[in-house]
């Protein structure tokens, strides 16, 4: 019997490594397997870089079916789509769909995909639009989870100056509203406001959702020195709050952002272990600088002992996971310019075993600083970190390069070069999407 | 001598009574202490408006007494001229941009018998200052006569207003579509002991702005999907009072004229939408009420025989209210739910207050050289405060700033060719004076790089020319390297949307103006009239607003290069003061010169069209006029008005596919109207109809201008 029990236990485990190893290991857990017809979609902003603020300067999307260097360079003249005035450049992307809560603020929700035609130009098509019920949400200031399999899709913003904090149970389908509510969370003694937004995830091996959010002592902008981060862990089904603990702030003063979840940057990952890791910052010397936390599998509170970002240049700004134990950060040098279009932003590969950090490299050379605090210009698919660089400027102010794709493979480590796109635009965004 | 006194005397009066082809006796008593009496004596001469036309500057110049009886708001009749475009966020009342020859915004100063018109408060605008008071528009393009004494860059636009000599009362009424009533009285009456003068105004608007808004989103009965609807506005009301009563003497030997003023003002507006129509507004309101003291002196052959004087000091008490305190999401049916933030700064409730003392000194002295030179020196004082709090808002921290500008200008204007050549030539020196309370988020308002007392020195100058080459045709230039300092919004901030910028530098342009002008007798009361301009605009220092790296914050940035050429061109057409058509188009090519983003990279959209812009547009205009229908001294007059502007793209026009972009679509507007008036223009009855085909239009993306509307108006004139 004992020998049986050990036979199934080896059957088991064999088939659970079999089911792990199949995954693609980049596989996010919020994020479906794209195999084999994809696209991306490439976002870039005139004048100045975009996100988290409406620029108003113009924002551009191309879709194109590959990134690798033999495709042609993705020209932005009388081409793409100009979705400036009507959508936001923060959105929730699941398959081939966008959701948001659109620019032109028509008072609902919206989901769209883009189209190609025949010639290759591209056009965007709603496919459902549903006006809010009870609880309203502004363009770009909320975060999100997917959960049922993916069919739901929960919203979580907040109210009344940000003293309050709301969620929407969205069909994945139609949009069509399924519950609200309010979340029995109150502010602690001494603060006035939550962040506006917060972060939320859906954690598949506890299956809970996980709410990360931070309490100010006043509402908009504030010093992460006078802030606090809490836990809320949420169940899915109620949506009750099962526990809410605060964070020291020796491990984490702030979240990465907290204003507009993870509509455009990506700041929380999971392994398939079930490790949650969450992008952070803390004031050291009067400086917020960026460290990356974990809550273990099956623990619900940070780790204590571990940081994955140490010895910081500066902020931490979006995390994505690679497989094999490795990570990609994207993060600024303080140094060298704390603006939105700095060129101070560089990419790194973290070892999630030891916190090792190395700039990435093409042909034995960093990969070049870039502007873009509020950009995501990678996206992992298929063992694959696509990675997008700004061209390089000299300083007679003349673009050498063109903006470029650098392709990661994530086993090896070994980069490519990828496509190219027209110069003199700020390129903000890349998109894995399914056809 | 005696002839030449009589003969400019009378230019002097025809200037006040356009186009007056007299037959009759005329009994003249002006500056001149003789009385002549002239019998059957045909006198034809230029209008005070024409002679504008023909001076150096590039001026258009309306005579808004010609048509006042059937006009409800000046800015119809100025955005009819050649070179302007005008566009309107929504109806009477609606906030509104005014461009001249491709510049708008600050860079257009506003003046009211050449006083700044904030002095009236800031709620008093070309859109609600009463109609019948004005007689006439000077819109001067580029290059400003130093004599404003002002900072504009881009032009200038001079109300002038009726300055009668005899008693008289002027009230008109009128009420139209969309709940529209207006109400005008202005008169003059003269103590006969005394000899005191005084000169009541009293205008009242109100619109409840209630026009259809078209293919409007609203939810269904379930509220479970959205449906396309036709709804009316729902809050939009908007109510003005002004009232002012001006007092003093005329021809004394002290002074030509001496009055003291005081007015008062309120707005009240509801405010209907954000942006744009789809972020619908239902209870976000702004309250403004002003109160002005003023007096002014003049005084030809002051002191000496050939210096004229001209003085001005005003103060204005101008007292804002925003009230944003109610967390709704609002719907085109005026249904809402609960939201999360306020409704016009999307943040947390506020009852902002702003109270902004102005103080304005204006001195011109006029020396006459020589018959034909003359020297002019002038000076103004523009002294601003900037205080604000939030009765709702306890995290708003107050602040309470002063901005003093003083504009000292010289001007020499020659003549020479019995007058065929003309020339005027100009300094202007500028001093703008901060203090600065505020010290909060110094790294982002530089108020650490900057003096906390601090003056500074700016000098401008200009040139003004014109050649009459033939009766019938003439040939004018004008430069000026203007200065416009920053306005205190720009410079101190507005305290919570938009971050002071004390590092601010002025904007400085040179403008440059061509035009060829003149008109032919036809013969037979034939009379055809022409003119054609261009233009360059070579901005630098561009103030331009952009929003910060925090969500919703604005700060006010210098760019660099803004260059802007174009042209425009007018035809009209008189025959014997019956019929009259006119025909203009303007042509506008702004382009963008920054080379580099402020990141230091090249910019993608350098020498590309400016966006959100029109570009080219023209105006039409057919009016024929009855005399003698019914009764003698009766009139009839049938006018039928045309605009069309073409599209234009809201963001850069090279980038992303033609069908993706938002476009602010194409406009034809055809307004109709017709005036009667009897008993010697004693009693006027108008009716108008605008925008007749009811087509759905736009100046801005996304805000719905009004569709047909009619108005119908009776005006008094007593005389």
Redesign the interface.
């Known amino acids: 019997m004992k020998k049986f029990k050990f036979f199934l236990m080896a059957v088991a485990a064999v088939i659970a490594a079999t089911v792990t190893i199949a995954c693609d290991p980049t596989d996010d857990p919020e994020k479906p397997v794209i195999k084999d017809t994809y696209s991306f979609d490439l976002f870039v902003c005139?004048?100045?870089h975009g996100g988290?603020?409406?620029?108003?300067?113009?924002t551009?999307v191309r879709s194109v079916s590959a990134l690798t260097a033999d495709q042609p360079r993705v020209e932005?003249?009388?081409?793409?789509?100009?979705?400036?005035?009507?959508y936001t450049l923060e959105s929730i992307t699941r398959g081939k769909y966008y959701y948001q809560v659109p620019q032109?603020?028509?008072?609902?929700f919206v989901k769209f995909h883009i189209e190609r035609n025949a010639a290759g130009?591209?056009?965007?098509k709603e496919d459902a639009?549903?006006?809010?019920?009870?609880?309203?949400?502004?363009a770009?200031?909320y975060t999100h989870a997917w959960i049922g399999d993916s069919t739901t899709l929960v919203v979580v913003?907040?109210?009344?100056?940000a003293t309050k904090i709301?969620w929407t149970k969205l069909a994945e389908s139609n949009l069509?509203?399924q519950a609200e509510g309010t979340f029995d969370i109150s502010l602690p003694e001494n603060y006035n406001a939550f962040s506006?937004a917060g972060l939320l995830t859906y954690r598949q091996t506890d299956k809970k959702l996980y709410y990360f959010y931070i309490v100010k002592p006043?509402?908009?902008?504030s010093d992460a020195a006078t802030s606090m981060t809490y836990i809320a862990i949420i169940n899915p089904e109620t949506m009750a709050v099962e526990s809410n603990t605060a964070v020291s702030t020796d491990l984490m003063e702030e979240t990465a952002g907290s204003?507009y979840g993870e509509l455009m940057q990506s700041m929380i990952m999971q392994d398939p272990s079930g490790n949650l890791y969450v992008a952070g910052l803390k004031t050291v010397n009067g400086q917020e600088m960026g460290v990356l936390r974990r809550i273990k599998k099956g623990e619900t509170t940070f780790d204590p002992t571990w940081n994955g970002f140490p010895n910081p240049e500066g902020k931490l700004l979006t995390v994505q996971y690679l497989g094999y134990g490795k990570a990609l950060a994207y993060s600024r040098d303080e140094k060298l310019g704390t603006?939105?279009?700095?060129?101070s932003h560089f990419y790194s590969i973290i070892e999630l075993a030891d916190g090792q950090r190395s700039r990435v490299q093409f042909n034995g050379q960093d990969l070049p600083y870039c502007?873009g605090?509020f950009s995501q210009r990678s996206d992992v698919l298929n063992g694959k970190a696509y990675i997008g660089v700004?061209?390089e400027?000299a300083e007679d102010?003349?673009?050498q390069d063109y903006p470029t794709i650098y392709i990661y493979d994530c086993k090896t480590g070994e980069v490519e070069k990828g496509i190219e796109l027209?110069?003199?635009?700020?390129f903000d965004i890349i998109r894995a999407m399914a056809e | 001598m005696k002839l030449s006194r009589i003969v400019v005397s009378l230019l002097c009066f025809v200037g006040f009574c356009a186009g007056l082809q007299a037959q009759d006796t005329l009994l003249f008593k002006g500056a001149l202490s003789d009385t002549l009496t002239l019998q059957n004596a045909t006198v034809t001469a230029k209008t005070r408006t024409q002679q504008l036309k023909e001076e150096a500057y590039s001026v258009n110049a309306l005579n808004i007494n010609e048509i006042v009886s059937t006009l409800n708001s000046v800015t119809t009749a100025v955005d009819r001229t050649s070179g302007i475009r005008i566009r309107e966020e929504g109806g009477v009342g609606s906030d509104f941009d005014l461009s001249i020859n491709g510049l708008s915004g600050n860079a257009i100063r506003y003046f009211l018998d050449g006083m700044p018109l904030d002095a009236k408060g800031s709620g008093i605008t070309l859109a609600n200052l009463p109609v019948n008071l004005i007689e006439r528009v000077e819109i001067y393009k580029g290059v400003i006569p130093a004599a404003f004494g002002s900072d504009a860059l881009g032009g200038a636009i001079n109300i002038v207003t009726n300055r009668r000599h005899r008693n008289y009362l002027d009230f008109s009424a009128g009420a139209g579509s969309f709940h529209t009533a207006k109400t005008d009285l202005n008169a003059q009456y003269t103590l006969p002991r005394s000899g005191l003068i005084f000169r009541p105004v009293l205008s009242v608007n109100y619109s409840k702005n209630d026009y259809i808004m078209r293919d409007v989103k609203v939810r269904n009965e379930e509220h479970t999907a959205f449906v396309i609807k036709d709804l009316p506005r729902f809050h939009d009301d908007y109510r003005s009072l002004f009232g002012q009563l001006e007092a003093g003497v005329a021809d004394r030997s002290w002074a030509d004229a001496f009055f003291v003023s005081a007015s008062l003002s309120r707005i009240d507006k509801d405010i209907q939408t954000g942006a744009t129509q789809s972020h619908v507004i239902g209870m976000a309101e702004r309250h403004t009420q002003s109160f002005n003291v003023a007096a002014r002196y003049e005084k030809a052959h002051f002191l000496t025989e050939n210096l004229s004087l001209r003085a001005s000091v005003s103060h204005t008490s101008d007292h804002s209210l925003v009230i944003d305190t109610t967390y709704r999401r609002y719907y085109w049916d005026g249904t809402y739910i609960d939201g999360s933030y306020s409704e016009i700064r999307g943040r947390g409730k506020t009852l902002r207050h702003t109270v902004r003392p102005l103080t304005v000194v204006r001195t011109n002295a006029d020396y006459a050289l020589a018959p034909g030179h003359g020297l002019s020196l002038n000076y103004l004082l523009n002294r601003s405060g900037n205080r604000q709090w939030d009765d709702w808002d306890d995290e708003y921290v107050p602040s309470n700033d002063v901005l003093a500008k003083h504009v000292i200008g010289l001007s020499y204007d020659q003549s020479f060719l019995n007058g065929r050549l003309s020339n005027v030539f100009f300094a202007k020196g500028y001093i703008n004076h901060l203090k600065v309370g505020q010290s909060e988020l110094s790294s982002t308002t530089g108020a650490n790089d900057v003096p906390s007392d601090d003056t500074q020195f700016y000098p401008g100058y200009g040139v003004g020319s014109r050649f009459r080459m033939t009766e019938a045709l003439s040939l004018k230039g004008s430069f000026e390297h203007s200065i416009r300092l920053p306005v205190v919004r720009e410079l101190l901030g507005n305290g919570s949307t938009v971050y002071a910028n004390l590092t601010l530098k002025p904007e400085v342009s040179d403008n440059f103006n061509l035009g060829l002008f003149g008109s032919h007798d036809l013969g037979s009361g034939h009379l055809l009239s022409y003119e054609v301009n261009g233009y360059i605009r070579l901005v630098d220092n561009f103030i331009q607003a952009t929003i910060y790296e925090t969500q919703g914050m604005m700060q006010y940035v210098n760019v660099a290069a803004v260059h802007i050429m174009g042209g425009d061109a007018e035809v009209r057409y008189d025959w014997a003061g019956k019929l009259h058509l006119a025909l203009n188009a303007s042509y506008d090519d702004s382009r963008d010169r920054r080379k580099y983003t402020q990141a230091g990279d090249l910019s993608v959209t350098y020498m590309n069209r400016t966006p959100n812009r029109p570009w080219v547009w023209c105006n039409a205009e057919a009016a024929y006029t009855f005399r003698n229908l019914i009764a003698g001294g009766d009139r009839l007059r049938l006018c039928c008005d045309y605009r069309w502007v073409h599209w234009f793209y809201l963001t850069w026009a090279a980038y992303g596919s033609a069908s993706s972009k938002s476009k602010v679509p194409t406009q034809h507007l055809t307004d109709l109207s017709a005036l009667y008036a009897w008993a010697g223009g004693r009693y006027n009855l108008s009716l108008e109809c605008l925008n007749l085909f009811n087509a759905l239009a736009f100046d801005n993306y996304m805000l719905q201008k009004p569709g047909r509307a009619f108005f119908l108006k009776f005006r008094l004139f007593l005389q």
């Open positions: 005139a004048v100045k988290m603020s409406q620029n108003k300067n113009g551009y932005f003249q009388g081409k793409g789509i100009d979705i400036t005035q009507n032109k603020a028509t008072g609902g130009e591209e056009s965007i639009e549903v006006p809010f019920k009870d609880n309203v949400y502004a770009r200031k913003g907040t109210k009344d100056n709301i069509t509203v506006t006043k509402s908009g902008q204003a603006k939105i279009d700095s060129k502007g605090r700004g061209g400027v102010g003349v673009e027209a110069k003199g635009f700020c």
